[in-house]
């Protein structure tokens, strides 16, 4: 392991800059990052509330889950805590995982508050196979 995180980080870095090298100069939105979660992204000490804190935290409030033709929509309390959590959690995770589109919204007449995972296609293989469903 220790030899290999070295090597993982050396692609994450290098991939990127030779890819556009050898590509032809297009616009941002065009730009397509690799459907991978690139923790790296993350400083140590958020990688590790990230992945350790934040994430198995919501997991245990997920009260619903809906299948969506791009992605998943899962359901939350809608409380200031399961918000400040979700926020702080989708901040980080469109460092690490670019690709997503992450909407929070929260229903009217008190209703609960929704996260939505979507994206290109190939998305929502990436989140069954990374979120076990």
């Known amino acids: 392991m ?3 995180f070295p090597f993982i980080t050396a692609i994450a870095f290098i991939a990127p800059v030779a890819i556009s090298a050898t590509s032809e100069p297009s616009s941002q939105t065009e730009h397509q990052s690799p459907f991978a979660c690139n923790a790296f992204a993350l400083s140590p000490e958020v990688r590790k509330r990230h992945f350790e804190e ?15 033709p791009d992605g998943y929509e899962f359901e939350l309390p809608a409380d200031n805590k399961t918000y400040q959590l979700l926020t702080e959690w989708a901040f980080q995770e469109r460092l690490c995982c670019p690709f997503f589109d992450i909407d929070l919204r929260l ?16 998305t929502k293989e990436f989140i069954k196979m990374e979120f076990g469903i």
Do not use: F, H, Q, V
């Open 2 to 4: 220790k030899k290999i």
């Open 54 to 68: 934040l994430g198995p935290a919501l997991l245990k409030l997920k009260k619903s889950m809906r299948e969506l």
């Open 107 to 122: 229903d009217r007449e008190n209703g609960p508050l929704w996260l939505r995972l979507t994206g290109r296609p190939g």
